[in-house]
């Protein structure tokens, strides 16, 4: 076993040094990081952008992303919010560990999420701690001129924060505690969007999975309809699963910080990837057999693909149920 | 700080109107490569001209209705950039989009904002009426991929003493370098204006005012930043009013000029020349025309010859390129007044936020 961290081969980013100048609390569970690069120098970014983080915990070097803020920028800081999350991939415990002075390594701002000015009409959906990349879109838009409408999902501690931020909004805001009181207004929410509109989405899967539902429902063009992955949020809480590579005889367990595809590459089982997102597709392996559930976190397979739960995307989904896998890792493609 | 050397921020001419048409059209503006073309509904599309996929211009492959399809994979993107095909897969990857550029047609150009689009506001397009107007007619022309940087070229528009040097026969005269001259200016723009009472008329213009008499003539030539500028210039029988208003012994000609970056030493170069007489004559129109671009041997030939030579010189002299003279006075504001733009996109501005009271400001 061999622990190491993922070079993402889409866009080698480079790395610098960088000192956490400040945190503060926004609630119990979502705290604000600012962050200075030791270069003074901040580059400019577009609503969406996000930030790359190299971490080093549990013994790995790892890489996140976190959404920036959009007033960061003018004091030489970048400034993003994290939620805690305890049963997730371990960012956001790291992170609360640290404190003002603690070195950091940054990469400069990238936009996998970007939002364009020219539709009629933008509805913006956020899910909790997905607020922080439609924060900056919905005051962008809003400064612009632009129809839009937010729909902000949310129990997080912070919510107060961000509806006080978003009140210039007005009426084109709407906070709601939880998705089944929100639900009505989502729905209400597409079907009067402007047929050229584009909808921008970021929260869990549940969240995206309803809205795409919905999406489809209006015969709405999909590529309408923008996300964001991060590579978390699934349906079921990170946990140990065990893998067994059919074609090579070994097996091994997979931690909760920890992904498949990182773990095959910790084993030495050479593995294609790109993205480290869900999106791209190129890890995909076949299912052999399974027990306990596939959450498939990815957004790459159609919703037909996931129910045959016959391949799954290494770099985001898991088993839950304390199960285990089957695969084989000797194929790439497509097969009906 | 970059070496950039105009701002983003900006509409800048890419075309004429009638060249885009329901075809794929490459044009690099900025440094950035775009490929243009005409949606079935007359709207224009402007997208970076580069495949998501593996980046092979999107310009080599083709238009499907108003979507571009890659001439490599086929991967589709319609006029927003949003990739709306993929090949051999369900689902479309959805971080898969080409940038998009605001594009707006307006008197009779195609100007597109390289800069950040929510600041996009087409009240701000530079205001080129005259090249729409119906008082008055001529045919302009574009020098494209002109291997000058831009500002050059506003150098060159706004001290027209080079007249009475690059285009003696036609234009030139020696009462132009003996005449005074205002500079004006204001947080956007820049006015030079120059007299020269009394004197003989140039060849190019006692021909348009069709008799050789002594003429007031003007130069009137207003710069808008970053890189647009109007020349309102003529002759009138000297002493009939002109300097007072009167044109009505006179002929008047507009210089329309917009000036786009395409890298750091060339640029494109969008130019017209309308009259205020014999509207309706065509051979007018063509005579104006070749007035300016001939083969090489009209005026804007002639500075073409002249700023591309000063280019070269520019990139291999390891000096300062310009020491200034009083001359320079117009062209040493418009440069300010560029630098400040290019500045403030580079700093983001303090008062940005005032309209959000933010919580997360830094607190003291």
Not at chain 1, 271 to 285: F, K, M
Request: charged share 20%; glycine share 8%.
């Amino acid at each position: 076993m061999n622990p190491r961290s993922l070079p993402s081969v889409h866009t080698p980013p480079r790395w610098e040094p960088a000192t956490l100048a400040r945190c503060h609390d926004l609630g119990s569970d979502v705290r604000l990081f600012e962050v200075r690069p030791d270069s003074g120098a901040t580059a400019p970014y577009t609503p969406g952008s996000h930030l790359p983080l190299q971490l080093e915990f549990d013994g790995h070097p790892q890489t996140r992303h976190y959404s920036l803020l959009e007033e960061a920028g003018d004091a030489g800081v970048y400034r993003f919010a994290v939620k805690r999350l305890v049963h997730s991939r371990g960012g956001s415990e790291h992170l609360w560990q640290l404190a003002p002075g603690d070195k950091l390594t940054i990469a400069g701002p990238a936009n996998h999420f970007p939002l364009s000015f020219a539709n009629p009409e933008y509805l913006l959906i956020a899910g909790g701690i997905g607020i922080t990349p439609l924060y900056g879109m919905a005051l962008a838009l809003h400064r612009a001129g632009k129809r839009l409408r937010l729909i902000y999902v949310s129990r997080d501690s912070a919510r107060e924060h961000f509806a006080t931020a978003l009140s210039a909004l007005g009426a084109a805001l709407e906070v709601y505690p939880d998705s089944a009181s929100a639900a009505p207004a989502i729905q209400r929410a597409v079907a009067a969007l402007d047929p050229a509109g584009e909808a921008y989405i970021c929260g869990p899967a549940g969240l995206r999975r309803h809205v795409r539902a919905l999406w489809e429902a209006e015969a709405r063009p999909p590529w309408a309809l923008r996300y964001e992955t991060f590579a978390n949020g699934g349906e079921r809480p990170e946990e140990t699963f065990e893998v067994s590579v059919r074609n090579l005889g070994i097996s091994f367990e997979v931690p909760p910080h920890r992904s498949l595809l990182e773990s095959l590459i910790d084993h030495d089982i050479e593995a294609l990837y790109d993205c480290q997102r869900g999106e791209c597709g190129l890890c995909a392996v076949d299912v052999v057999s399974h027990e306990g559930s596939i959450d498939h976190r990815d957004v790459y397979f159609s919703a037909r693909q996931h129910a045959a739960d016959d391949k799954l995307c290494t770099c985001v989904s898991r088993i839950a149920g304390h199960g285990r896998v089957v695969i084989d890792t000797r194929r790439q493609g497509i097969r009906d | 700080m970059s070496n950039r050397g105009y701002p983003l921020n900006a509409w800048y001419a890419a075309a004429w109107g009638h060249e885009i048409q329901h075809r794929l059209t490459p044009r690099t503006l900025c440094e950035t490569d775009l490929v243009l073309y005409r949606r079935s509904d007359g709207q224009i599309a402007a997208l970076q001209d580069a495949c998501w996929h593996r980046l092979l211009p999107l310009s080599l492959g083709r238009l499907d209705g108003d979507s571009v399809v890659c001439g490599y994979h086929g991967l589709a993107f319609d006029p927003h950039g949003r990739c709306t095909h993929m090949p051999s897969q369900e689902t479309i990857n959805p971080a898969a989009c080409v940038r998009s550029f605001p594009v707006a047609e307006r008197h009779a150009l195609v100007w597109v904002w390289m800069g950040d689009p929510s600041q996009a506001d087409t009240a701000t397009i530079p205001d080129f009426h005259w090249n729409a107007d119906p008082a008055l007619a001529g045919r302009g022309g574009t020098f494209y991929s002109l291997q000058c940087e831009y500002r050059l070229v506003i150098d060159n528009l706004l001290d027209l003493t080079h007249e009475t040097f690059v285009h003696a026969g036609s234009i030139g005269h020696d009462s132009i370098t003996r005449a005074p001259f205002d500079v004006t200016h204001d947080e956007r723009s820049v006015t030079v204006q120059r007299w020269m009472l009394d004197g003989d008329a140039p060849p190019f213009w006692a021909r348009q005012l069709g008799r050789d008499v002594p003429v007031d003539r003007w130069h009137n030539i207003h710069f808008e930043a970053p890189s647009t500028i109007i020349g309102d210039v003529g002759v009138a029988e000297a002493g009939t009013g002109a300097p007072q208003g009167d044109r009505s012994r006179g002929v008047t000609g507009y210089f329309l000029a917009a000036l786009t970056p395409e890298t750091a030493t060339s640029c494109h170069y969008f130019w017209n020349f309308v009259r205020d007489h014999h509207i309706d004559d065509p051979n007018w129109t063509e005579y104006l025309h070749y007035a300016h671009v001939n083969d090489g041997q009209g005026v804007y030939d002639q500075d073409k010859a002249v700023l591309q030579a000063q280019q070269i010189a520019v990139s291999k002299y390891d000096r300062p390129p310009f020491y200034n003279l009083n001359i320079d006075a117009g062209a040493m504001w418009a440069r300010r007044i560029i630098d400040r733009l290019i500045a403030a996109e580079e700093t983001p501005p303090a008062g940005e936020q005032t309209s959000t009271p933010s919580v997360f400001a830094r607190q003291a």
